[in-house]
């Protein structure tokens, strides 16, 4: 199992620093979240401070940019990392593509099926410098010499998809190279839901479900004493709370045990009460959604919930503070032995 760093994009002139860090500490990569600054210009300085460190969007917002210009960007990013870049890819939601973006989001789940084809489409058209991509939303044909950044000395690109519900997962399964899970994708959730379905969008495609790395973000509470662990316990509890807000992800709490969790939250989001949002995550929420260890166990804690599940976990919250994030690196290398 790899172990990586999750991180939203930095300033560009700090952002080299981090990467060697990461790469000193024992992690296998830095993935980019996607939310003020962009992923993809993240990853180009990382790739040069720290050379064979993995990188990987997670995930990009795939809309906005057309797919041509998602697989030229990735297509370099490939090329400059030595092959170590994973093209992670998502939908976003509705408010934020029409109203931030000014782009379409009818249909997302097969817009993006349909996105994922053409990427690859044009990562052989690089190749052969033929491009011929015909979907039910793209159609991209025309390719010339002075317009193709032509062949490299890499594979292509693995492309990942964000999926929580089952069609989205079973989507994954068909044609993308990973998922990325949700971060409130608690391993009974993985295991009812998340393999199933990839196991059969990829027997679909009459593929293995093996080709299709599961890439899961986990929230970390650890120390030696409770009031070590108590201050990072209320961060991850407003974290919960912020992305147990959104209604479509509402059944994920429901089975998990805690029914009518969203709506509570979504009651409080309403008044403008983020305290009232947090309160809702009561400690049982946190013991199943997040991983409470003392350092010397929390690598036996990860791999007893993940080890049969993912190919990558994806820790949420290691970055910040430096003596911490040494001692996270720890847990990476006793991990990846």
């Avoid at 990973?178 to 199933?196: A, D, M, Q, S």
Wanted: hydrophobic content about 40%; charged content about 20%; glycine content about 10%.
């Amino acid at each position: 199992m790899h172990v990586d760093v999750m991180t939203i994009p930095q300033r560009l002139r700090q952002i080299g620093d981090l990467a060697r860090r990461t790469q000193a500490a024992g992690f296998s990569g830095l993935v980019f979240t996607e939310a003020g600054r962009t992923a993809y210009l993240n990853a180009a300085v990382a790739s040069q401070a720290a050379p064979g460190l993995g990188l990987s969007t997670g995930i990009a917002v795939a809309f906005p940019r057309s797919p041509f210009v998602t697989a030229a960007t990735a297509w370099e990013l490939q090329e400059a990392s030595g092959g170590k870049f994973r093209l992670g890819l998502g939908t976003q939601v509705r408010t934020h593509i029409v109203r931030r973006y000014g782009v379409a989001f009818d249909r997302p789940g097969p817009r993006l099926r349909d996105y994922v084809r053409a990427v690859k489409a044009c990562f052989a058209a690089f190749r052969t410098g033929t491009l011929a991509h015909h979907g039910e939303f793209y159609d991209l044909d025309f390719l010339t010499p002075q317009w193709n950044p032509g062949p490299i000395d890499a594979p292509d690109p693995k492309v990942d998809v964000a999926a929580v519900n089952p069609w989205m997962l079973r989507m994954a399964g068909e044609v993308a190279d990973g998922v990325h899970v949700h971060p409130i994708g608690e391993p009974g959730y993985l295991v009812r839901h998340l393999l199933p379905n990839i196991t059969e969008g990829a027997a679909k495609a009459g593929r293995s479900p093996s080709d299709v790395a599961v890439i899961v973000p986990v929230m970390t509470i650890v120390g030696d004493s409770d009031a070590e662990r108590a201050n990072e316990r209320e961060l991850v509890r407003g974290s919960l709370a912020f992305y147990g807000s959104t209604p479509n992800y509402a059944f994920v709490w429901d089975e998990a045990g805690f029914e009518g969790t969203t709506a509570r939250i979504r009651e409080k989001q309403k008044a403008g009460d983020f305290a009232g949002m947090a309160a809702q995550i009561t400690d049982e929420h946190i013991a199943v959604f997040a991983t409470e260890s003392t350092w010397d166990g929390l690598a036996d804690a990860l791999a007893e919930k993940y080890a049969r599940i993912a190919t990558r976990i994806v820790l949420y919250n290691a970055v910040g503070d430096p003596e911490r994030f040494e001692r996270y690196g720890e847990v990476a290398r006793r991990m990846q032995r």
